[in-house]
């Protein structure tokens, strides 16, 4: 496979901008060639829909400019429907043990969370961070709105608090010991 579609799938997978000494380090290239393939990719995607965005040493997958006004449209009907149960148990795991890594998120629920979290952050319920240990990953947050909108001041101000962040935290120790194997 080219290198170009091995970054395609990378940026689709991970959906969120990357590192290009990253996507050297996963594809098992050097950062030229790297850089190479990302330019035959902005080639390749030219006529689309999708382009390759890059702001400094991170490069992502996006839509180009003209689709503003349909992804506009698409947020404004997001928006405006009620929350999903996927997205209502992303929320918790995030108000019960936030920050907490999109990878913990994955873990907990047992599936791939990006299209819930992107939901949630363009309704502004939750917050993307940097991760101080990691700066390679993000930490997703409440965000205040989230909490004045349940009517508390701290995410311990939750029903069931102390409980539920244990069996969170339980989970996500769980995480953590599988990927130090």
Do not use: C, W
């Not at 405006?80 to 999109?102: H, M, V």
């Amino acid at each position: 496979m080219n290198i170009d579609a091995q970054i395609e799938a990378v940026l689709f997978f991970r959906a969120e901008p990357m590192k290009i000494s990253k996507l050297a380090e996963i594809l098992e290239k050097d950062i030229d060639a790297v850089r190479v393939g990302i330019e035959a990719l902005k080639e390749k995607l030219s006529e689309g829909g999708i382009a390759v965005l890059e702001k400094d040493d991170e490069v992502s997958l996006g839509t180009v400019p003209e689709m503003g006004p349909v992804i506009e449209k698409m947020v404004k009907e997001e928006l405006s429907r009620d929350l999903g149960n996927a997205a209502i148990e992303t929320l918790t795991i995030i108000l019960y043990k936030g920050p907490i890594q999109k990878a913990e998120i994955d873990y907990i629920r047992g599936v791939n969370s990006n299209f819930i979290l992107r939901s949630l952050l363009v309704r502004g319920l939750v917050e993307k961070i940097p991760n101080p240990e990691d700066q390679r990953s993000f930490l997703y947050r409440p965000t205040f709105d989230l909490l004045t909108h349940l009517g508390i001041k701290k995410t311990e101000d939750l029903p069931d608090f102390e409980e539920f962040r244990e069996k969170v935290e339980e989970s996500v120790k769980e995480f953590t010991e599988e990927e130090s194997k």
